[in-house]
């Protein structure tokens, strides 16, 4: 009976303090990440503002490719013939 008491008392004076102690850094690790994933799901709304002219930008983009290309086409045939 008297071991048991022994037990109980490192239990409450011991063991539990270290795991409220953990629990405390676990919490405290899950509130810095709670903060980081706000600021990065803020910072994604924020992105989305400015990504809505990149359609608009590839299309430009395709048509000078398109451009550039034909005009590389008509370069390289007339060397073409110049060389012979």
């Not at 709670?34 to 048509?63: C, F, H, K, M, N």
Request: glycine letters at 12%; a neutral charge; hydrophobic letters at 55%.
């Amino acid at each position: 009976m008297v071991l048991w008491w022994i037990g109980n008392v490192i239990l409450l004076v011991v063991v539990l303090p270290v795991v409220i102690y953990l629990l405390n850094r676990v919490l405290a690790a899950l509130e810095r990440i709670r903060a980081a994933s706000s600021d990065i799901l803020a910072g994604g709304v924020g992105l989305i503002g400015e990504l809505q002219g990149v359609p608009d930008g590839l299309a430009v983009t395709d048509r000078t490719i398109e451009e550039v290309k034909v005009g590389a086409v008509r370069y390289a045939g007339s060397v073409a013939k110049l060389l012979g």
